[in-house]
């Protein structure tokens, strides 16, 4: 039975959909100024393994990723590069594509773009002006007044009073509260033409919340299973999110109860990557572009780095651990070197590693476990193929294959994974060395094969002989 970490309540709880047999999750997407960076990417894997193992739990599920293409950063990369808003952020929107395909994140059902949502941002900002929840400001900014929602607080868990001593340093402006936040931003004369729309309020732009709201409303409806997003969003973007969508809708009574249904069932959060026990950002420049860490790694060997960690735990970054990473993914590899394709049903008598696989994706994703697992099958299939048991290899490989799809691990051909990357010499040379350590072998002049293992080993190739003197190779 599958159980969530439910930030909302800061506990483990039993999934049930709202729908059975169906999951509707929205998650906050990438705000497209730049490169994606390995943040995003973990962002991106995390719940691409979330919605992978709902599906292989039989679940039809609807899952919407935003992209943010309108905000201050945009603006402001667009002027310095003196070009339109949709230049930019298709250009990186191209880019991020091209990573989330490197990265096998497979594409969400709906992956809305913010201006598209223009219209639905309004109606929900003249609601919310209806319901005095929400004033304009002299500047012409209209903004969401907190103190009104009797709800604000529960998802970081922080009174009012707690929130407010954090604001007070900040400048108010024209907000009637610190803690105010603004829903539509009136346009400044600087700006340029595309980035601002027309509204009962003039011209202007909306404020980076209300964008999640609409879009998250508009496809799942005002009330739906899953919503994910980064740690960093906890507060105050998805605090403001869920006082804003249920300021819209939900109705409360005399004492603040509701008499309709909560915004968002479950609430995720992935854990920050930290780059030596620091939060990596842009703004502390210890960032690395997904772009960048391609050119060194293969891109499964980044996915198995961000799955080897727990969601939810902080995930520090390092050439270190990345070579660590690329060292048990070749190992599960080598496992299926001998796999005979295609891929069949796995034998019923290794459904106790399918059992122990469930247990621990069903408690809160639990990849570091699903991945012990897998480990533990890779070492009883290398048993039975040294014993010559090679129904049971074949057995044991299959299902290995089989679960670590349900990561989007281990589906490519594992030789064609083992020899991938920049070798620094030919693989025609290698295989031309491997026939001459052979010949040396059968020659019984072990020094001349033993020196060639040496030098492919100093080159970074890794030979493995096997049963019937086979040799096969690897990248280091």
């Known amino acids: 039975m599958l159980q969530i970490y439910n930030t909302l ?14 999951v509707s999750i929205y998650v906050c997407g990438m705000t497209v100024y730049d490169h994606c960076h390995i943040g995003h990417a973990r962002v991106m894997v995390v719940f691409d393994m979330v ?18 293409d309108i905000d201050d950063k945009i603006i402001q990369r667009a002027i310095e590069n003196n070009e339109s808003i949709l230049s930019l952020t298709q250009r990186n929107i191209d880019l991020m594509h091209a990573d989330a395909d490197a990265l096998g994140v497979l594409r969400p059902d709906h992956e809305p773009r913010a201006t598209d949502f223009i219209a639905s ?6 609601q919310l002006i209806d319901k005095d929840l929400a004033y304009q400001a002299d500047s012409g900014d209209v903004i ?60 202007g732009r909306p404020g980076w919340h209300i964008e999640c709201s609409a879009m998250s409303c508009d496809l799942l409806g005002y009330h739906f299973d899953i919503h994910g997003g980064g740690a960093d969003l906890q507060f105050p973007h998805h605090e403001n999110e869920i006082a804003q969508s249920e300021g819209v809708y939900r109705q409360f009574d005399s004492h603040g109860e509701s008499v309709d249904p909560q915004f968002v069932n479950y609430w995720m ?15 502390l420049d210890n960032f690395f572009v997904i772009r960048d860490v391609l050119k060194e790694f293969h891109p499964e060997v980044i996915r198995f780095f961000i799955l080897r960690a727990h969601y939810r735990s902080p995930m520090n970054y390092s050439n270190a651990t990345l070579q660590e990473a690329k060292q048990g993914l070749d190992r599960l590899y080598n496992t299926l070197i001998d796999l005979e394709e295609p891929v069949i049903q796995s034998d019923e008598l290794l459904s106790g590693w ?4 469930q247990a621990a994706m069903d408690d809160d994703f639990n990849t570091p476990q699903a991945i012990a697992v897998l480990f533990g099958l890779s070492s009883q299939a290398h048993r039975a193929k040294t014993s010559g048991q090679l129904q049971e290899y074949q057995a044991c490989a299959n299902t290995l294959k089989i679960l670590g799809g349900h990561l989007g691990l281990l589906q490519r051909p594992a030789q064609e994974f083992l020899q991938s990357g920049d070798l620094g010499i030919s693989a025609g040379k290698i295989e031309e060395l491997i026939a001459k350590r052979n010949a040396a072998k059968k020659s019984r002049d072990f020094a001349v094969a033993d020196q060639i293992r040496q030098d492919l080993l100093a080159s970074g190739i890794v030979l493995e002989d096997q049963a019937g003197g086979i040799t096969i190779w690897r990248k280091e």
């Open 9 to 22: 309540h800061r506990q483990k709880e039993i999934f049930q959909a709202i729908e059975p047999g169906k």
């Open 51 to 68: 919605v992978r193992w709902l599906r292989a739990s039989g679940y039809a599920v609807n899952y919407v990723r935003n992209i943010t």
């Open 121 to 126: 941002m309004q109606g929900m900002i003249g």
């Open 144 to 203: 969401f007044a907190v103190r009104k929602y009797p709800k604000y607080g529960q998802l970081s868990g922080k009174s009012l009073d707690d929130l407010e001593e954090g604001e007070r340093a900040q400048v108010i402006g024209d907000k009637k509260d610190p803690l105010d936040f603004v829903l539509w931003k009136s346009a400044k004369a600087s700006e340029p033409a595309d980035t601002r729309w027309s509204s009962p309020w003039g011209e």
């Open 269 to 283: 959060h992935n854990g920050h990557v930290r780059v030596n026990n620091e939060k990596m950002s842009k703004s």
């Open 354 to 357: 399918h059992a122990d696989f």
